[in-house]
């Protein structure tokens, strides 16, 4: 898993200023409720939040020297070479801890690769971010969940095509329930629900453009998941009963430079 962005939105949660925190809390309590656009909005938005606090106190984040704080940064390198250094800074571990002049030493091709390469990383972040867990993780709850899903955790939680709302740890429990049995009977799901799964899947398909910093043009596109195909869906590849819930399978690593 790429890890990068979340643990910078990580330190954003454990920070001193308690009101990042608590935005950062309602994001992500709310992300069902909210489009991927607009969770990339507030993301990104509480990210440049964070700076601006870490700002105040003349430290770039992520344990940059403290001498230098924004301005500074922007002075040495201008504002379209500060947004790529402060990229490649925040997303590839191995530059972290470049500073300011050692950045303007690189070659135009140096920067330009680590360019490409922070903004893969980005991409590759969200993507892990904002797609519902790989569905081998518990093809029971991909096979029925209704929009996105969490797993792994006492917070994630999942919504069932049958109605039901709940933990994701207690899906067998579900599974096994008057409830979830007595609709297990027909399997029936309404043709709204139906439409709105197959547009939520096309909405992602042409995926999301990250685009690179200033000189490069174009970008780097991820494709999300915020529902899991299945059998209302796509009905041609859920075409046996399996008992052990078949899943289609995802490829998790789907990106294109645009």
């Known amino acids: 898993m790429c890890h990068v962005l979340k643990n910078k939105y990580n330190k954003i949660k454990m920070t001193v200023n308690p009101n990042l925190a608590t935005l950062m809390r309602i994001i992500e309590e709310n992300m069902d409720k909210i489009n991927e656009g607009e969770y990339l909005d507030a993301m990104n938005a509480l990210g440049a939040l964070h700076q601006n606090v870490s700002s105040i106190d003349s430290v770039i984040p992520s344990g940059h020297p403290p001498s230098y704080n924004i301005h500074s940064a922007i002075s040495i390198l201008g504002e379209n070479g500060y947004r790529c250094w402060f990229r490649v800074i925040n997303n590839i571990p191995d530059y972290e801890n470049i ?130 195909k299945n059998e209302w869906t796509h009905p041609e590849l859920f075409s046996y009963n399996n008992e052990n819930w078949f899943v289609v399978p995802r490829d998790n690593n789907k990106f ?3």
Request: charged share 25%; glycine share 6%.
């Open 99 to 228: 500073q300011p002049e050692d950045w303007n030493q690189l070659s135009e091709t140096e920067q330009n690769r680590l360019n490409r390469l922070s903004t893969l990383v980005m991409a590759q972040s969200y993507h892990e971010i904002i797609s519902n867990p790989n569905p081998i993780v518990c093809p029971f709850i991909a096979r029925h969940s209704v929009g996105h899903w969490s797993y792994g955790n006492e917070d994630s939680t999942w919504k069932c095509v049958c109605g039901y709302s709940g933990k994701s740890k207690h899906w067998k429990k579900h599974e096994e329930s008057e409830r979830h049995k007595e609709w297990a009977e027909h399997r029936i799901v309404p043709k709204r629900m139906i439409r709105q799964f197959c547009k939520e899947i096309k909405h992602y398909e042409n995926g999301i453009l990250i685009y690179y910093n200033y000189p490069l043009s174009g970008g780097v596109r991820y494709f999300p998941v915020r529902q899991e």
């Open 256 to 258: 294109s430079e645009d």
